[in-house]
C-alpha cells in the first residue's frame, strides 16, 4: 500500500546538509517527493511510497544526517502527491 506524508523536522536541522541526506535516503527506499528549509528554521518533507519504505524513512528522519540534532518530527497523512521523483526544493 501506498502512503503520502508531510514531515515536519524541529531541532538544529539546517546547515547540517539534512535536505541532501534527506534526498539520499528517499531515493535509496524508491520514495518520491519533497524536502525544503522553512523560514522558522525547520525542514518539511512531502514523501509518498509504500508503507515499509515510509516507516524507514520515518525512523531515519527522526535521527537525521550525523550533524543535525533533530528535537522533534511530526508527521501528518496528505493526500497522494503528483511526483516521479524526489527533490531539493526552495
Excluded at 534526498?23 to 524536502?35: F, K
Excluded at 544526517?65 to 497522494?80: H, K, L, M, S, Y
Amino acid at each position: 500500500m501506498t502512503t503520502s506524508r508531510r514531515f515536519t523536522v524541529t531541532g538544529e536541522v539546517q546547515g547540517v546538509g539534512f535536505r541532501w541526506a534527506a534526498q539520499g535516503e528517499a531515493e535509496r527506499l524508491g520514495l518520491v517527493g519533497r524536502v525544503r528549509n522553512r523560514t522558522d528554521g525547520a525542514v518539511e518533507v512531502t514523501a509518498q511510497g509504500e508503507d515499509a519504505a515510509m516507516a524507514e524513512f520515518a525512523g531515519w528522519l527522526e535521527r537525521g544526517p550525523r550533524w543535525a540534532r533533530v528535537a522533534d518530527v511530526d508527521a501528518e497523512p496528505i493526500d497522494p502527491i503528483d511526483a516521479t521523483s524526489f527533490e531539493i526544493t526552495r
